[in-house]
T-cell receptor, first 118, second 114 residues
Framework: KAGVTQTPRYLIKTRGQQVTLSCSPISGHRSVSWYQQTPGQGLQFLFEYFSETQRNKGNFPGRFSGRQFSNSRSEMNVSTLELGDSALYLC?????????????????FGPGTRLTVL | AQTVTQSQPEMSVQEAETVTLSCTYDTSESDYYLFWYKQPPSRQMILVIRQEAYKQQNATENRFSVNFQKAAKSFSLKISDSQLGDAAMYFCAFLIQGAQKLVFGQGTRLTINP
């Protein structure tokens, strides 16, 4: 099976702009999670989507948003970019059974999108 | 809230030797998973090993094994016969069963000396 793919791999934007990142999960995986990685804050959870619904959200401002499509592909959007948004954005997918399921919560990561805000 | 602590920012080991990376976590949950991921310079996060909290047996994957001490909330990773390709940042992570939010430690940078 093909792994998780993310596009684009690199992005350079200026403050105030907005950006959209894309993630295609492993075939058959229904859950997509997004993480931000920075040297100062480490890896932080942004949000998770399952069956086109946001199920979990991390502690990020409303400028960070996302969505999931019927084919499980997901996008995240950051509006009004700030310098501090410069980071590696990682997407991960998992099978994620509904509540009560077991053994399917392992997340597999994509290569990431490196966002630089100037 | 769950927290994960990796107390060793950096570790180094001679090629072919054994190294152990430490991880402790804090949670009030009883049903959860623990993971070790590695992130080489390519930045691709790669799953190394996984442990379900309800299983008493320690997980092993070839040269990688864990020492899971549930009461002590400790989850260390042992790498045997270290290879140059093992050089990477290693992250310990925690996930509550049924939730898709990984909580990561700060990472341990592992260097392999030839």
């Amino acid at each position: 099976k093909a792994g998780v793919t993310q596009t684009p791999r690199y992005l350079i934007k200026t403050r105030g702009q907005q950006v959209t990142l894309s993630c295609s999960p492993i075939s058959g995986h229904r859950s997509v999670s997004w993480y931000q990685q920075t040297p100062g804050q480490g890896l932080q959870f942004l949000f998770e989507y399952f069956s086109e619904t946001q199920r979990n959200k991390g502690n990020f401002p409303g400028r960070f948003s996302g969505r999931q499509f019927s084919n499980s592909r997901s996008e995240m959007n950051v509006s009004t970019l700030e310098l501090g948004d410069s980071a590696l954005y990682l997407c991960a997918s998992s099978l994620a059974f509904l509540a009560g399921g077991r053994g399917t919560d392992t997340q597999y990561f994509g290569p990431g999108t490196r966002l630089t805000v100037l | 809230a769950q927290t994960v602590t990796q107390s060793q920012p950096e570790m180094s080991v001679q090629e072919a030797e054994t190294v152990t990376l430490s991880c402790t976590y804090d949670t009030s949950e009883s049903d959860y998973y623990l993971f070790w991921y590695k992130q080489p310079p390519s930045r691709q996060m790669i799953l190394v090993i996984r442990q379900e909290a309800y299983k008493q047996q320690n997980a092993t994957e070839n040269r990688f094994s864990v020492n899971f001490q549930k009461a002590a909330k400790s989850f260390s990773l042992k790498i045997s016969d270290s290879q140059l390709g093992d050089a990477a940042m290693y992250f310990c992570a925690f996930l509550i069963q049924g939730a898709q939010k990984l909580v990561f430690g700060q990472g341990t940078r592992l260097t392999i000396n030839p």
